[in-house]
């Protein structure tokens, strides 16, 4: 396997504040990379900059063999983006969010139509097609969110909490899709906070804090490394048990570089 | 696939499409959007009126106190006049008291006294003066009702002035010594202009300009917060095709209310356009044009739809008053005139205005063109960046 994403001394700066902090990181093709950490730990900052919605402010980073700030649009060609937030519109039915998006990646109306329709089946919406996606269920909104994102057949998909708020025959749905894509060649960058879906679905763990990769390796490794039974003894164990509300719960943790 | 420049413009088409499928699909805001101009139109135009013809057949009392019969005699000449113009609707009072009560209770807006002495005076071959009180609570009515009332007396007067004339020096003529110089008006267009042939080109503009910023304002601040605008900015698009998609749907969306208050305005108040067509719809295309870096500037720079919002307001409520959309620009102060002439929806009123009711040429209107132009190029020059930095903080 070789490298499909690459950082070096990635960072980000808002004003004083150091969101991601000199980032190595390798990502290998066709590996789904469970990309983890408390809430403002940089994760979301970093998948922003790989996805090129935000400029690194220092370092570089290269995906699909480009480079995110000086050829943005080749990565954008290459990347499909699962974001937290629902990247639909709500009055518009399926097909037309699909047919909206799919243009924006010039895809053809003759191409866009049965990828689709071969979309739609894979998710079992297609009975719901023609419904404005406001009338969806969320399980139903998140699938038809994830296949948005696969309508130009990307290379890498960058999953940002895909399960999250989903009930379990969602959740269900959801992880096994996302192997079944990852079986299918894709490379997957998934961010969760759920801990057994990450060790689930992850071939590598990488796990972040104020703004710094505290540990990346596959997550047995880890777990043996710090005797810990699950992945979530050893993300308290890297990144603290104090609850993260404010800039002041940012401490010092101990830090163990993998791959890094 | 499709490279390069027909793409983008394909693009940018194709984002105005999304945007405009949207507002279709959004009923109660399309109920909104076509009511908003009949009520500006109404509100302005029956609430605040220029004109004597907004005023018909108003209450107005008449007190005949001098019982010669001149005062008789002029009295009935006023209710003629007065019922065959329909400006007024004149009652006999036995006494001013009584009459000035009617002011008080509503049931008059105005009273008009012939005083004891009136025939007397005019018989001696001194000015007989009547007595003019109107209803102060509303300064524009009153000075209309006033204006009125006392052209109505100037014409009976004129009539009483030829006639004395005429006895008095046979082989002249009597209009001739009365009034050596006469005046007489000619229009630039067909008919004077009321009020509303007044409005409704700053309605347009306004309009317009109203609905691309707080569209353009809310359509942006809308997606950045429901994170479509990350779908959007992940796909491979130039970020002047969002700008362009943006700008054009807000625009299809402002130039249909613009013509809608247009539309209504002919048909409801009598508007008449004497200019070109394609003029209107050009002033109209660069009013929006000037105001869409404003828009994308402040929409970049809010953190959220509702600040957006607020930030369109505050820029919206002042360019009602200052840009002569409800009232001429000369009657501001000179320094508040000054501000209102930094404004672009100065310009596009007063374009607009003198191509619909001048019938004024492309070259007529240049200063203008030239203004809003400039003002396009700069403030889209300085807010494509902006949005752009913003997008990708």
């Given at each position: 396997?070789?490298?499909?994403?690459?950082?070096?001394?990635?960072?980000?700066?808002?004003?004083?504040?150091?969101?991601?902090?000199?980032?190595?990181?390798?990502?290998?093709?066709?590996?789904?990379?469970?990309?983890?950490?408390?809430?403002?730990?940089?994760?979301?900052?970093?998948?922003?900059?790989?996805?090129?919605?935000?400029?690194?402010?220092?370092?570089?980073?290269?995906?699909?063999?480009?480079?995110?700030?000086?050829?943005?649009?080749?990565?954008?060609?290459?990347?499909?983006?699962?974001?937290?937030?629902?990247?639909?519109?709500?009055?518009?039915?399926?097909?037309?969010?699909?047919?909206?998006?799919?243009?924006?990646?010039?895809?053809?109306?003759?191409?866009?139509?049965?990828?689709?329709?071969?979309?739609?089946?894979?998710?079992?919406?297609?009975?719901?097609?023609?419904?404005?996606?406001?009338?969806?269920?969320?399980?139903?909104?998140?699938?038809?969110?994830?296949?948005?994102?696969?309508?130009?057949?990307?290379?890498?998909?960058?999953?940002?909490?895909?399960?999250?708020?989903?009930?379990?025959?969602?959740?269900?749905?959801?992880?096994?899709?996302?192997?079944?894509?990852?079986?299918?060649?894709?490379?997957?960058?998934?961010?969760?906070?759920?801990?057994e879906e990450a060790d689930e679905l992850s071939h590598t763990v990488g796990i972040i804090d104020n703004g710094k990769m505290v540990a990346v390796d596959e997550a047995a490794f880890l777990k043996s490394k710090f005797n810990c039974e699950t992945l979530e003894e050893v993300f308290l164990e890297l990144t603290g048990r104090t609850l993260r509300d404010s800039a002041s719960s940012r401490v010092p943790v101990r830090r163990v570089m993998g791959r890094v | 696939m499709t490279s390069g420049l027909s793409q983008s413009i394909y693009i940018t088409f194709r984002i105005a499409h999304k945007d405009l499928l949207e507002f279709w699909k959004a009923k109660m805001l399309i109920v909104t959007f076509m009511t908003m101009p009949i009520l500006m139109m109404s509100m302005f135009g029956f609430m605040f009126p220029q004109t004597s013809s907004l005023y018909k057949n108003a209450p107005m009392a008449m007190v005949v106190e001098d019982d010669g019969s001149l005062a008789i005699q002029v009295a009935d000449q006023f209710k003629v006049i007065a019922s065959s113009t329909a400006l007024f609707r004149v009652q006999d009072f036995p006494s001013y008291q009584s009459a000035?009560?009617?002011?008080?209770?509503?049931?008059?807006?105005?009273?008009?006294?012939?005083?004891?002495?009136?025939?007397?005076?005019?018989?001696?071959?001194?000015?007989?003066?009547?007595?003019?009180?109107?209803?102060?609570?509303?300064?524009?009515?009153?000075?209309?009702?006033?204006?009125?009332?006392?052209?109505?007396?100037?014409?009976?007067?004129?009539?009483?002035?030829?006639?004395?004339?005429?006895?008095?020096?046979?082989?002249?003529?009597?209009?001739?010594?009365?009034?050596?110089?006469?005046?007489?008006?000619?229009?630039?267009?067909?008919?004077?202009?009321?009020?509303?042939?007044?409005?409704?080109?700053?309605?347009?503009?306004?309009?317009?300009?109203?609905?691309?910023?707080?569209?353009?304002?809310?359509?942006?601040?809308?997606?950045?917060?429901?994170?479509?605008?990350?779908?959007?900015?992940?796909?491979?698009?130039?970020?002047?095709?969002?700008?362009?998609?943006?700008?054009?749907?807000?625009?299809?969306?402002?130039?249909?209310?613009?013509?809608?208050?247009?539309?209504?305005?002919?048909?409801?108040?009598?508007?008449?356009?004497?200019?070109?067509?394609?003029?209107?719809?050009?002033?109209?295309?660069?009013?929006?044009?000037?105001?869409?870096?404003?828009?994308?500037?402040?929409?970049?720079?809010?953190?959220?739809?509702?600040?957006?919002?607020?930030?369109?307001?505050?820029?919206?409520?002042?360019?009602?008053?200052?840009?002569?959309?409800?009232?001429?620009?000369?009657?501001?102060?000179?320094?508040?005139?000054?501000?209102?002439?930094?404004?672009?929806?100065?310009?596009?009123?007063?374009?607009?205005?003198?191509?619909?009711?001048?019938?004024?040429?492309?070259?007529?209107?240049?200063?203008?063109?030239?203004?809003?132009?400039?003002?396009?190029?700069?403030?889209?020059?300085?807010?494509?960046?902006?949005?752009?930095?913003?997008?990708?903080?």
């Amino acid at each position: 396997m070789k490298p499909i994403i690459t950082t070096h001394n990635l960072t980000k700066r808002f004003g004083n504040f150091v969101a991601v902090d000199r980032i190595n990181l390798e990502i290998m093709e066709g590996e789904i990379f469970g990309f983890l950490g408390p809430n403002g730990a940089g994760k979301t900052t970093t998948i922003r900059m790989l996805t090129t919605l935000s400029e690194p402010t220092e370092g570089t980073a290269r995906v699909a063999g480009f480079d995110v700030r000086t050829q943005a649009d080749e990565v954008r060609r290459r990347i499909g983006l699962v974001a937290e937030k629902l990247i639909l519109y709500p009055r518009l039915t399926a097909v037309e969010n699909l047919m909206f998006f799919g243009e924006l990646y010039g895809l053809n109306r003759g191409e866009l139509r049965p990828r689709i329709d071969e979309l739609l089946r894979m998710v079992h919406l297609e009975n719901f097609k023609d419904m404005p996606i406001g009338s969806y269920s969320s399980g139903m909104r998140q699938r038809l969110n994830i296949i948005r994102g696969l309508l130009h057949d990307p290379e890498i998909l960058f999953l940002d909490e895909p399960t999250a708020l989903l009930d379990p025959q969602s959740v269900r749905f959801v992880r096994d899709l996302v192997k079944e894509l990852n079986e299918d060649g894709k490379t997957m960058i998934l961010t969760t906070h759920i801990m057994e879906e990450a060790d689930e679905l992850s071939h590598t763990v990488g796990i972040i804090d104020n703004g710094k990769m505290v540990a990346v390796d596959e997550a047995a490794f880890l777990k043996s490394k710090f005797n810990c039974e699950t992945l979530e003894e050893v993300f308290l164990e890297l990144t603290g048990r104090t609850l993260r509300d404010s800039a002041s719960s940012r401490v010092p943790v101990r830090r163990v570089m993998g791959r890094v | 696939m499709t490279s390069g420049l027909s793409q983008s413009i394909y693009i940018t088409f194709r984002i105005a499409h999304k945007d405009l499928l949207e507002f279709w699909k959004a009923k109660m805001l399309i109920v909104t959007f076509m009511t908003m101009p009949i009520l500006m139109m109404s509100m302005f135009g029956f609430m605040f009126p220029q004109t004597s013809s907004l005023y018909k057949n108003a209450p107005m009392a008449m007190v005949v106190e001098d019982d010669g019969s001149l005062a008789i005699q002029v009295a009935d000449q006023f209710k003629v006049i007065a019922s065959s113009t329909a400006l007024f609707r004149v009652q006999d009072f036995p006494s001013y008291q009584s009459a000035r009560d009617g002011i008080l209770t509503g049931t008059v807006k105005g009273v008009v006294v012939i005083p004891a002495g009136f025939t007397a005076a005019f018989n001696s071959h001194r000015q007989a003066t009547v007595l003019i009180t109107v209803d102060d609570t509303n300064p524009t009515m009153a000075s209309v009702i006033y204006g009125e009332t006392a052209s109505i007396f100037r014409m009976i007067s004129d009539n009483f002035g030829q006639s004395i004339i005429s006895k008095m020096c046979s082989s002249s003529d009597p209009s001739f010594v009365s009034e050596p110089i006469g005046v007489q008006r000619e229009n630039l267009i067909g008919s004077p202009t009321n009020t509303f042939q007044f409005l409704a080109p700053g309605f347009m503009a306004l309009t317009v300009v109203m609905g691309t910023l707080s569209g353009l304002g809310s359509a942006i601040a809308r997606e950045k917060e429901q994170g479509t605008m990350d779908g959007i900015m992940a796909a491979p698009i130039s970020r002047n095709t969002i700008v362009g998609g943006k700008m054009l749907s807000q625009t299809v969306r402002g130039m249909i209310q613009g013509f809608l208050i247009l539309g209504l305005s002919m048909l409801l108040f009598g508007v008449k356009v004497y200019g070109s067509p394609f003029l209107i719809v050009v002033v109209m295309l660069l009013g929006v044009a000037s105001f869409a870096g404003i828009g994308i500037i402040a929409t970049s720079i809010a953190p959220e739809q509702e600040t957006a919002m607020m930030m369109m307001m505050l820029l919206q409520f002042p360019m009602m008053f200052l840009s002569g959309i409800l009232f001429p620009m000369d009657q501001l102060p000179n320094w508040l005139q000054l501000v209102g002439k930094m404004l672009p929806l100065y310009y596009a009123t007063d374009a607009l205005r003198k191509v619909m009711i001048l019938s004024a040429s492309f070259n007529q209107i240049l200063m203008d063109v030239v203004v809003l132009v400039l003002y396009s190029v700069t403030t889209l020059g300085i807010a494509i960046p902006i949005f752009r930095k913003a997008v990708t903080r």
